[in-house]
């Protein structure tokens, strides 16, 4: 489906370049100057989490997503920086021949994860928009005790809490809690998202243009989701290009019920001379420029000067060795 969906994004890139404008105004327009972000905020601890939310903040942003370190998880845990002080870098190291392993310990977080939102709200008030990311480790009725408990530190979403393939779990969830549910950056096609919007299981679905098909299967999901009341928050972890970033980006400017996105600060040098683009982001918000088309050039001359690199995703383990939902 990423095959798909890049052919779909250049397709609506040339249409957007024929007409002369910038791809938002072929939707219909732009419904807001800016789309809100969300960083991603780590601590291999408590005060290292701190630590990164106070700078996520000095950059202005209006809204992080929060992952600690558990005490007594032996190897960091999803989206937590592996060592202390490292309060910007969450991202695990994915090249090699072999996944590397997490382990997870279910009782050990949901014991300690409570304690660090009541931390972080006592420390930087309710203004700031948290949230948080289960990554599809708990089951069904853990799911609900959690989303209940959380409840009262008033999260913008609670992402995946549990496979998000098993959707019927999340009605277990919804009898229990109010909590907003974010689910969808594992699905491949926006067949797996309608049973979820249309029984209004979610509040956030987040899909991507990349692993979803294309600009048109989520722009028709987009317009099904408002019918839903079900607002955006596309997934943009570091494997969306700056391509299918700003062809979110068109789509975020534009949808009625956008609700956040995702963003990696990708703004290396390197990456910015594959990618040259004039799109910025600045105070927490994403500002499409008005070039005509998506908005962003790719340099394969300069894409030639780099290899391959072999990685996986790492798999999760039980303390017991039981191999877990990833
Ligand atoms: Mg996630």
């Known amino acids: 489906m990423a095959a798909f969906g890049a052919i779909d994004m250049a397709l609506w890139d040339i249409k957007a370049k024929l007409a002369g404008m910038p791809l938002y105004q072929l939707f219909g327009g732009k419904s807001r100057e800016g789309a809100l972000l969300y960083a991603h905020a780590t601590g291999a601890d408590i005060e290292d989490l701190i630590d990164s939310v106070a700078y996520y903040k000095e950059q202005g942003y209006k809204a992080v997503r929060v992952q600690c370190g558990i005490p007594n998880m032996p190897v960091a845990g999803y989206g937590v ?32 994860i ?26 069904p009725r853990e799911a609900a005790e959690l989303a209940k ?29 109010t909590i907003p549910i974010a689910i969808g950056e594992v699905f491949n096609s926006v067949w797996e998202c309608n049973k979820l919007i249309q029984d209004r299981l979610i509040d956030f679905i987040r899909v991507s243009v990349t692993y979803a098909g294309g600009i048109t299967p989520v722009k028709r999901l987009v317009d099904f989701a408002a019918m839903h009341d079900v607002r955006t928050g596309f997934h943009g972890a570091p494997s969306h ?42 105070d927490g918000m994403f500002y499409v420029s008005d070039e005509p088309g998506l908005g962003v050039d790719f340099d394969e001359d300069e894409a030639k000067k780099y290899d391959y690199v072999q990685g996986f995703h790492p798999v999760t383990r039980l303390q017991d060795g039981t191999l877990w939902n990833y």
Request: include cysteine; proline fraction near 6%.
């Open 149 to 177: 408990e959380l409840e009262q530190f008033k999260l913008f979403w609670l992402e995946d809490p549990t496979p998000a393939e098993d959707q019927d779990a999340l009605r277990l969830l919804r009898q229990h809690s």
């Open 114 to 139: 409570p304690t660090v939102l009541e931390k972080l709200r006592d420390q930087f008030g309710f203004d700031l928009k948290i949230l948080h990311d289960v990554h599809h480790r708990l089951l």
């Open 241 to 282: 290009s700056p391509l299918s970033m700003a062809a979110q980006a068109h789509l975020n400017v534009w949808a009625p019920n956008f609700g956040i996105q995702e963003y990696l600060v990708l703004g290396t040098p390197e990456c910015d001379a594959l990618f040259p683009s004039d799109h910025e982001m600045r």
């Open 81 to 112: 920086s592996e060592s202390k002080g490292d309060v910007k870098n969450f991202i695990t190291n994915f090249s090699g021949s072999v996944p590397k392993e997490e382990i997870w310990d279910t009782e050990l977080y949901m014991r300690y």
